[in-house]
């Protein structure tokens, strides 16, 4: 690596002084309007002409659609009433905004309390993860930790073990303990930094604190702070951006998360969101079964998703700039 | 320093480093270790549930020859179509990936618009959201029922493997709706190559196209292995996987012995992306 971009420097002093020579040459001849033309459509560099700035545009814009489509179907048919559903002309546009629906959708969800419930559970996993995974993801990065090797290989299982395998013991585990039907069995396991996706988290981390330069620590050692002062006073500081996309994915992908309810908390009467919603598809699914499917139905697993997803959008509206950057700065990976 | 003290420090580092760790290697015995050696020791025995709990008796590796050699609607079945799914997915979910992190590099207007919607499928697509959302027929390509193109491929290919490319390309926008974390990844890895090695390839007469090839991917490398683990990964446990699916509803020890075999192909999986990759930075480095 190091050879290649010794060779790219000289390489890059000759062509250089031969660029700067190329220029004059070309500025004298008479058809110099004709370059000016060609650069200001291929671009001088090739990626800063015209034409390359219109195929950018087109493959965002095409991908755009295709992300944004749904969501704008989604909201547009939410907030249709029966007559326009039946009408053929409605296509996209919806005469009148009902807000029926959304109104059905809030009292099958149960909305306040599963919202609560979903809050409860995103925002205490994420804020554990955040914590417990930034603690062995710096072990796992720069502390002396015995049997390292193995205890990594261990990390990695767990990153591609499926939940399915382990659910069921671990659901005997619950039962045994009577935490089935509470929120616990899907905190705790947080607290140890493991649970949804929890070994990703810690990858994460570590990646983020080994590009960290030594020398902070090394200075802080020296002036004596303890491994824990060091870990919860430099290290932890400047690990912001790390903390904001662990806790943002971890956050969304809680709230999102289905399984992990489905099995831990089957028998409460009001599960959380994202169980709520998947009871109402699959009512809706029962229901298309005996009297065929029927178009009144859409706008109501509109609203009901429209519901769900919601909250983590105005999480991420908020979060949005540093996120972005956070994870522009190494946050995800190395 | 004499020697003593010198071992007591190197001692100390070693405590202090376990004490880190212990949180998170505690939760692993007990939520991931135990339940893993748990369903393993079930997947040789048959299990009862009766009122009073679960009863069980070893059968040995029954479970196993019936999953691999009697019963073909155990696995196979479901298996064989996934993996020619995958085989098509995950090239086609990185390629994508690569192309919108690389263009969303670029500097220009509305950036940042644009870079807020290739977010909301790392929002939206995990769970029952995204299936929610296309059911309504959404994913599928205009330009299919048009050309008829489904006819023209299973005119011209075997049944086995022009099913799941007719699925691959009816199901096309679902596929892109799973690569929002696999962008997030390229991203943040585009972002360690230097400009300068960029402008030195400028000054000396390479366009961007050779730019891509002889500076972008190369550099790329690792995170393309990453994405293809993740996406291996993610696609492998994805609760609506259709052996995830019907492992659900089949009995523990059975379940358990599925479940392991599952584990394994998973395994093997990852190792021959690892091998390929690990051949393929070392034909790269000798040709450097």
């Given at each position: 690596m190091d050879k290649m971009l010794a060779k790219i420097g000289l390489r890059t002093k000759r062509a250089d002084i031969s660029a700067r020579l190329g220029t004059k040459l070309e500025l004298s001849a008479d058809l110099s309007w004709l370059s000016k033309v060609r650069y200001s459509i291929f671009?001088?560099?090739?990626?800063?002409g015209l034409l390359f700035k219109l195929f950018i545009y087109v493959i965002l814009i095409d991908a755009a659609y295709i992300y944004l489509k749904p969501v704008l179907h989604m909201v547009t048919s939410m907030v249709k009433d029966g007559a326009d559903l039946l009408d053929p002309s409605v296509n996209w546009i919806p005469r009148v905004v009902y807000f029926g629906n959304l109104q059905d959708a809030w009292a099958w969800l149960q909305y306040p309390k599963a919202f609560g419930l979903s809050m409860l559970l995103s925002v205490s996993v994420a804020l554990l993860q955040t914590c417990s995974c930034a603690i062995a993801g710096y072990a796992f990065a720069r502390l002396k930790v015995p049997f390292k090797p193995v205890l990594f290989f261990f990390l990695l299982i767990t990153f591609i073990v499926p939940l399915q395998l382990t659910i069921l013991p671990n659901l005997v585990f619950a039962r045994v303990l009577g935490?089935?039907?509470?929120?616990l069995p899907i905190i705790v396991p947080a607290l140890f930094g493991?649970?949804?996706?929890g070994a990703l988290f810690i990858i994460i981390y570590r990646q983020f604190f080994s590009t960290q330069p030594k020398e902070l620590e090394e200075a802080a050692r020296i002036d004596g702070a303890s491994v824990y002062k060091v870990f919860f006073r430099v290290m932890m500081p400047l690990a912001k951006p790390a903390i904001l996309v662990v806790f943002l994915f971890s956050f969304v992908w809680t709230w999102n998360d289905f399984y992990l309810p489905s099995m831990y908390l089957a028998n409460t009467e009001t599960p959380p969101l994202s169980l709520g919603i998947s009871r109402i598809a699959s009512m809706i699914r029962a229901q298309a079964e005996i009297s065929g499917p029927s178009i009144f139905t859409e706008p109501i697993s509109m609203a009901t998703t429209f519901l769900m997803i919601l909250p983590p959008i105005i999480l991420y509206a908020f979060a949005q700039r540093w996120f972005i950057e956070g994870v522009e700065r190494t946050g995800i990976v190395e | 320093m004499n020697k003593a003290t010198k071992l007591r420090a190197s001692m100390m580092e070693y405590v202090e480093g376990t004490i880190f760790i212990a949180p998170w290697f505690i939760g692993f015995v007990l939520f991931m270790g135990f339940p893993l050696g748990f369903s393993l020791y079930m997947s040789f025995r048959k299990v009862n549930v009766v009122a009073t709990g679960m009863t069980s008796s070893y059968v040995g590796l029954k479970h196993y020859k019936d999953i691999l050699l009697e019963d073909g609607s155990l696995l196979y079945n479901d298996l064989i179509p996934f993996l020619q799914k995958t085989l098509f997915m995950v090239p086609v979910i990185v390629i994508f990936a690569l192309l919108i992190a690389i263009v969303l590099n670029q500097r220009f207007a509305g950036r940042s618009l644009f870079r807020a919607i290739f977010f909301l499928p790392v929002i939206?697509?995990?769970?029952?959201v995204v299936s929610e959302l296309l059911?309504?027929?959404?994913?599928?390509?205009?330009f299919m029922s048009k050309y008829n193109v489904s006819g023209l491929i299973s005119g011209n290919l075997p049944a086995t493997w022009a099913t799941p490319l007719i699925w691959i390309l009816d199901s096309f926008v679902l596929i892109l709706w799973y690569s929002g974390v696999q962008i997030l990844i390229f991203l943040g890895g585009r972002q360690t190559i230097s400009n300068s090695a960029y402008e030195a390839a400028r000054i000396d007469g390479a366009g961007p196209w050779a730019a891509f090839w002889k500076i972008t991917l190369p550099a790329m490398t690792p995170f393309i292995f990453l994405n293809m683990i993740y996406t291996v990964v993610d696609l492998f446990t994805f609760p609506t996987n259709p052996i995830i699916m019907r492992v659900r509803d089949s009995e523990y020890g059975q379940f358990s012995a599925l479940i392991w075999l599952y584990f394994i192909i998973i395994g093997i999986f990852l190792i021959i992306i690892f091998i390929l990759f690990s051949r393929a930075t070392k034909s790269q480095r000798m040709v450097a």
């Open positions: 671009g001088r560099e090739a990626d800063k935490v089935l039907d509470t929120v493991l649970g949804l996706k | 939206l697509s995990t769970g029952q059911t309504q027929g959404e994913g599928a390509l205009g």
